[in-house]
């Protein structure tokens, strides 16, 4: 009998919802990881016969998922949680949340929202995010500290900011994040364009040629109510989303956010062009900005994924509260309790995100070849009983404070409901201090 072969990592669960192949669940079997990567999952009998692991871990009640992937989001906007609440979003913006941050914008109060934030992530079963905000060099800076997966998107808009002058300075800024991380294992530059009412024709076509030039993918705001629809119509007489695919912006790169105000004609232009679509359920209701039809998207071919928004819309980042809330509310507006059924919210949460992120052949599923981004979920405490089907429960159940480890890499983020690359206590502290400040 040949000698053991020795690994890195070793992960007994007593379920394992790989996502691919599609709808399964694998019970009292083990993940084998070597060197950062999936090198197996098989039986957990065969596991002891075949490798010695550096390390090993047994979950006997939990449920290994791979890690969540939050496809949309401002971390840095942590520190205006609860700010306020219960406004129309263009009262939210224009009368508060920007002067906010006309206020306080700056360096150290995105470094320090930006660590809150992928604490909590973390903490809720999250390893990749997608974020849109002032300073990026600092979110990539700060993520990068913490071992977590990032796509960064550098803002632009027609303004000026703190972060820049108008949209050469964001180009300019933007792109030389975009050099010095090219090598990043963890961190990758996109571009953000943050809606099409903040830019004119001009930029969002440079957008359009350098993402194409770059192969680098492009989030926007897009359809997110009724009113920036109407109005793109009287300015432009076209539809928001019209005007983009006539500018080249209209690719399998663009990450559609929010679209919550879809016709038969935008779909279409969704389905030909390829692009993605990143739906913030709880923001829209939230912000009673409307309803993305996302099962009707799901049955066009669409890629969905889900997104948390900022946690001064949301006001939690709780990916796994999002599956729920996506599944529910696709259920009321399709008419169907079929909609978006427990796997395929998980899906939206894991390999729809990888897919939008064009991060696909790296993460989304517990595949051999891929990342150990992993998640595991305990099901042992009352409310999770008892466990018929281990998915469903994960989805519908409000489970996000039962995540006890999360891996990125292979590389514990949490182990036992403890941060590993993160101090809690301080960030605590920080965002007391902030909250003070900002009042």
Not at 34 to 50: D, F, M, T
Not at 150 to 177: C, H, M, T
Not at 291 to 304: D, M, S, T
Not at 331 to 349: D, Y
Request: include cysteine.
């Amino acid at each position: 009998m040949p000698a053991p072969e020795t690994v890195s990592l070793i992960i007994n669960a007593r379920w394992i919802a790989p996502v691919i192949p599609e709808d399964r669940v694998f019970e009292n079997c083990a993940l084998v990881i070597h060197k950062g990567l999936i090198q197996a999952l098989v039986p957990q009998e065969e596991a002891a016969k075949r490798y010695s692991a550096e390390q090993e871990v047994y979950l006997g009640n939990h449920l290994v998922i791979p890690g969540l992937i939050n496809a949309h989001g401002h971390a840095a906007m942590s520190l205006l949680r609860g700010y306020a609440d219960d406004r129309p979003l263009k009262t939210w913006l224009e009368e508060h949340i920007w002067p906010a941050e006309d206020q306080w914008l700056s360096e150290d109060m995105v470094r320090d929202g930006a660590e809150l934030a992928m604490a909590e992530m973390i903490r809720s079963g999250t390893t990749c995010f997608s974020d849109m905000y002032f300073f990026p060099e600092q979110v990539a800076q700060v993520a990068q500290q913490a071992h977590m997966r990032a796509q960064v998107n550098f803002p632009i808009f027609d303004a000026p900011s703190a972060w820049g002058q108008g949209p050469e300075d964001y180009f300019r800024k933007g792109l030389a994040l975009h050099d010095d991380f090219r090598a990043s294992q963890l961190i990758q530059i996109g571009f953000g364009p943050h809606a099409p009412y903040t830019l004119s024709d001009e930029p969002l076509q440079r957008v359009a040629t350098l993402a194409q030039e770059l192969d680098a993918t492009v989030q926007i705001h897009l359809h997110e109510t009724a009113q920036e629809v109407e109005e793109s119509i009287q300015q432009h007489g076209k539809r928001p989303i019209q005007r983009l695919a006539d500018l080249g912006l209209l690719t399998p790169l663009t990450q559609c956010v929010h679209m919550t105000q879809v016709d038969d004609s935008d779909l279409a232009l969704l389905k030909e062009s390829g692009a993605q679509v990143i739906h913030c359920p709880e923001s829209n209701l939230k912000l009673a900005s409307g309803f993305c039809p996302v099962q009707k998207l799901l049955e066009a071919g669409i890629n969905v994924a889900l997104g948390t928004d900022g946690a001064a819309s949301n006001n939690d980042l709780d990916l796994l509260s999002e599956m729920k809330t996506a599944a529910l509310l696709a259920k009321a507006v399709s008419g169907s309790p079929e909609a978006v059924n427990a796997h395929t919210a998980l899906r939206m949460a894991t390999l729809n995100g990888a897919r939008a992120l064009g991060l696909e052949d790296q993460i989304g599923s517990l595949e051999v070849g891929k990342s150990a981004d992993i998640t595991a979920i305990e099901l042992s405490d009352l409310p999770s009983q008892p466990v018929h089907h281990p998915v469903s429960q994960l989805v519908y159940t409000n489970s996000g404070h039962k995540v006890s480890h999360v891996w990125v890499t292979g590389r514990a983020l949490m182990l036992s409901r403890q941060l590993q690359t993160l101090n809690e206590r301080e960030l605590i502290g920080k965002a007391r201090w902030w909250g003070k400040q900002i009042g």
